[in-house]
């Protein structure tokens, strides 16, 4: 069997477009997954048993089950509660947003466990309301925690992002695969998408073991 790559250079305009659009929805996906990972952490940590209870259900549901299948809940029965049609764009940023938000929400729960309880204490001594120390007190130290664990999450939705071709979604991998059906290339066209995949990955990879390696040295200091 040859194999030749040469025909590549043909599509890569589309493969480009498909990239981009791959990259816009996971960073809306990614700034929507914190916010609701904040919120959903901070019902985790709660002393209030019915907002506990609703966030770990939340959690635990968006965790044990697979992304996939919630993709095609969205697209498909959503609609129909909703009496709105979604586009494979929208419903691609909602499903991964919300599994998003569940996978970060751990990632900051146990970021605000790791915060001194001296802070609330000063917080409640200095009689700032609850808003302000949720927001310029303990959000900044939750996310400095966080950040590795962030980051890898935002790796793990990267990779998970391929499955919106599922719904006919145009991001990389479902113009890559319309590519290997015209040219009749898939080994050529799927090698390509999965290095295209890698170069992007791998520095968010390496990126986490540095953040974390000078994080330990801040601590440790």
């Known amino acids: 069997m040859d194999f030749d790559f040469s025909f590549l250079a043909e599509y890569s305009g589309v493969l480009w477009r498909g990239l981009l659009t791959t990259l816009q929805f996971v960073g809306i996906a990614v700034v929507l997954g914190l916010v609701w990972g904040f919120v959903l952490s901070l019902g985790r940590t709660s002393s209030n048993k019915g907002l506990y209870w609703l966030a770990t259900l939340y959690v635990e549901f968006f965790r044990g089950t697979p992304v996939l299948v919630q993709l095609f809940w969205i697209f498909f029965c959503l609609p129909l509660f909703l009496g709105v049609e979604l586009s494979g764009f929208i419903s691609a940023v909602i499903a991964l947003s919300l599994y998003s938000g569940a996978i970060t929400s751990e990632s900051f729960r146990a970021a605000l466990k790791s915060i001194d309880a001296s802070q609330f204490d000063a917080c409640i001594a200095l009689g700032l309301p609850q808003g302000v120390q949720t927001v310029f007190v303990i959000l900044p130290q939750a996310m400095l925690r966080a950040i590795p664990n962030l980051l890898s999450n935002v790796v793990s939705l990267f990779k998970e992002s391929a499955l919106v071709s599922a719904v006919g979604m145009a991001d990389l991998m479902y113009v890559g695969q319309n590519i290997a059906n015209n040219v009749a290339r898939p080994i050529e066209i799927l090698t390509a998408i999965a ?27």
């Open 195 to 221: 290095l295209i995949y890698f170069a992007i990955g791998f520095p968010l990879t390496r990126a986490v073991s540095l953040v974390e390696g000078r994080l330990l040295k801040v601590v440790k200091a």
